[in-house]
């Protein structure tokens, strides 16, 4: 609450919408630093980073929806019965962001169904005008001004990809995810979080997102097409240095693969597996016994363990990781992080834990 009165407070005196930018970015890099610095002195865990950096995120991305917002009513009017939200995905849906996380984001609208157009002096027609807003948003975060720049901003998981409409109508989304997503998409759609948008909007999209997450579903289908997707990631970008803690076998792909997996096909029976964070969902399925105890006891620790060394490693670093030339300092953190007193048993203990998560996925997601 303090920081959304922070941001507002910033940037209501601006002049005008290049000043918001500029001030949006001088909060940003303040707050973050701050977080960072909570982190590396272990005033703050990797989950808390992880929650505050996505509330940072949240804050900006609705003050900065709200100025862009008012700029297109002052050009071109509104539209009747319009509104937009924004649907928090990956990282920041899952409230689990770093300080270098981009942002998945999709943007879905919806609007009296006889508009045809803004009512403005320069109207625009309704799709026109929603992809309008969605393009000065993003322009808004990702364009560099004199105060650098605030987030990049990844909207691939929009429905169709990167071929659709930067911005989705309701009934659209609705439809696509309905009768055309593949289940790559509702796996990433279980990281979906309405994080911006009127009350009435907010609630139909988490309706849909909730009804399409508790449809029954063939396991062995599901199973195949995670089993397929993992393969084509390892083709396409695996590797075997276990400091790439994300696409490293039995690292954070594997633990989000399976707790999405775990969720799509247990939701229609067991809806309260549903959580945005892959140490939600996995703690979730312990509770229900759709994993067994041991397995919830290799998993969870293993997701904590990757998420507490890659916040460090994200605030530290620009690139990989070498554990050969790394500074002490920098081993010592990620010592600190995990809990361990010296870095080779982290080595050593990482590369265990890697390993059976690795063939925890095997089991578990088996067709």
Not at 23 to 33: D, H, I, L, P, T
Not at 68 to 97: I, P
Not at 184 to 207: C, F, K, N, Q, Y
Request: contains cysteine.
């Amino acid at each position: 609450e303090k920081l959304g009165q922070r941001i507002d407070a910033d940037l209501a005196t601006a002049h005008d919408l290049q000043e918001v930018l500029d001030r949006a970015r001088v909060v940003g890099s303040e707050q973050a630093f701050l977080i960072g610095v909570r982190l590396i002195s272990g005033t703050i865990g990797a989950d808390q980073a992880g929650r505050a950096y996505a509330v940072l995120a949240e804050h900006l991305i609705s003050a900065l929806q709200d100025r862009v917002a008012g700029e297109l009513r002052r050009q071109h009017g509104q539209v009747k019965g319009g509104a937009a939200a924004v649907v928090a995905m990956g990282k920041l849906g899952g409230r689990e962001m770093t300080a270098a996380s981009d942002l998945d984001l999709i943007l879905i609208y919806d609007f009296d169904r006889e508009t045809t157009q803004s009512d403005g002096s320069r109207p625009l027609s309704t799709s026109q005008y929603f992809t309008r807003l969605t393009q000065r948003l993003i322009s808004a975060m990702t364009a560099p001004t004199a105060e650098g720049q605030l987030y990049e901003v990844d909207m691939r998981l929009r429905p169709s990809g990167l071929k659709g409409p930067v911005a989705t109508q309701l009934s659209s989304f609705i439809e696509y995810q309905m009768s055309e997503a593949w289940t790559w998409e509702h796996m990433a759609l279980t990281r979906g979080r309405v994080i911006t948008g009127p009350p009435h909007l907010r609630r139909s999209i988490e309706e849909t997102i909730a009804t399409i997450l508790r449809r029954p579903r063939d396991r062995a289908k599901v199973a195949k097409d995670v089993i397929e997707m993992r393969a084509l990631v390892a083709k396409e970008k695996g590797t075997e240095d276990r400091w790439d803690l994300k696409q490293v076998r039995g690292g954070l792909v594997d633990l989000e693969f399976i707790a999405q997996f775990l969720q799509l096909v247990h939701a229609a029976r067991h809806p309260e597996i549903l959580d945005q964070g892959t140490v939600g969902a996995l703690e979730a399925a312990g509770r229900l016994g759709l994993i067994g105890p041991a397995d919830a006891e290799t998993l969870i620790p293993a997701a904590r363990l990757t998420n507490a060394l890659t916040q460090v490693l994200r605030l530290c670093l620009d690139g990989p990781f070498d554990s050969k030339s790394a500074p002490n300092g920098l081993k010592l953190l990620l010592c600190h992080a995990a809990g361990l007193p010296d870095f080779t048993r982290l080595e050593a203990e990482l590369a265990d834990i890697q390993a059976e998560v690795a063939r925890l996925f095997e089991a578990i997601v088996a067709p």
